[in-house]
């Protein structure tokens, strides 16, 4: 297995994984039409794959 011949700098490696670090959240769709996280409840109206499973005051 190789050896590195010199150190990578701190600089170097944040900038490798700080590339990466920023993105913004997948949104899902309900059927009438807010954005939500998938596979979360939806909290705008309580409900989860088609089904209402809490109860939300609108």
Known sequence: MGQP???HSKQRSRK?????RFSLPQ?????????????????ANGEYRGRQVLDVEL
């Open 5 to 7: 011949k010199r150190k």
């Open 16 to 20: 490798r994984r700080g590339a990466n």
């Open 27 to 43: 949104l899902a769709k309900d059927s009438d039409g807010t954005r939500f996280r998938p596979h979360r409840v939806n909290p």
